[in-house]
């Protein structure tokens, strides 16, 4: 039995301790959002934020965070409803194409505002490592910008 704490409700979990957190996620809690792409920690469709970090789940057992706190792509929405400034922002760029990767660029770049809260182009392409089939890139980089600014203006 693992516990922590999902997308700020405490969930217990009974499963084989070295099952990966993403398939916690998806099989178990149902939730969606991480998306299977590679399997080895490359693509990025799977990142959540574990205790504030983006983190590939492909590759994270689910052992390794008991205790921890886990926000998926599903968890960024406020409780009434409204979405993440990073979220908006993504609607405002029209950045998805057919969407698949963009959960994980979500948590990828709400992790980089956090730390870098007005990102140099440089900085999120460091920062921003996930792939996406459709190159959505510069509208990706479009989005981190708003959001930034967005935030900047709260």
Same mark, same amino acid.
């Not at 039995?1 to 997308?7: D, F, R």
């Given at each position: 039995? $693992?516990?922590?704490?999902?997308?700020g409700t405490t969930v217990s979990v009974e499963t084989d301790a070295g099952k &990966? +957190?993403? =398939?916690? @996620? %998806?099989? /178990? @809690? !149902? +939730? @969606?959002?991480p998306k299977y792409g590679c399997g080895v920690a490359q693509c990025g469709a799977c990142r959540v934020l574990i205790d504030g970090e983006s983190t590939p789940s492909c590759v994270t057992p689910i052992d390794s965070v008991a205790g921890a706190s886990v926000v998926t $792509?599903?968890?960024?929405?406020?409780?009434?409803?409204t979405l993440s400034l990073v979220?908006?922002? =993504?609607?405002?760029?029209? $950045? *998805?194409? #057919?969407?698949? #990767?963009? &959960?994980?660029?979500?948590?990828?770049?709400?992790? +980089? @505002?956090?730390?870098? &809260?007005? *990102?140099? /182009?440089?900085?999120? /392409? !460091?920062?921003?490592?996930?792939i996406c089939r459709c190159g959505t890139y510069p509208r990706i980089r479009r989005?981190?910008? %708003?959001?930034?600014?967005?935030?900047?203006? %709260?």
């Open positions: 039995m $693992v516990e922590l704490m999902v997308n &990966p +957190l993403l =398939w916690v @996620l %998806r099989e /178990d @809690l !149902e +939730l @969606l959002g $792509v599903e968890g960024l929405v406020q409780a009434d409803g979220q908006q922002a =993504w609607i405002d760029e029209q $950045v *998805p194409q #057919c969407g698949f #990767c963009q &959960p994980g660029f979500i948590i990828a770049a709400t992790a +980089l @505002l956090e730390a870098t &809260p007005q *990102p140099t /182009d440089t900085q999120i /392409d !460091e920062a921003i490592t996930n989005a981190i910008h %708003r959001a930034a600014t967005m935030l900047a203006e %709260r």
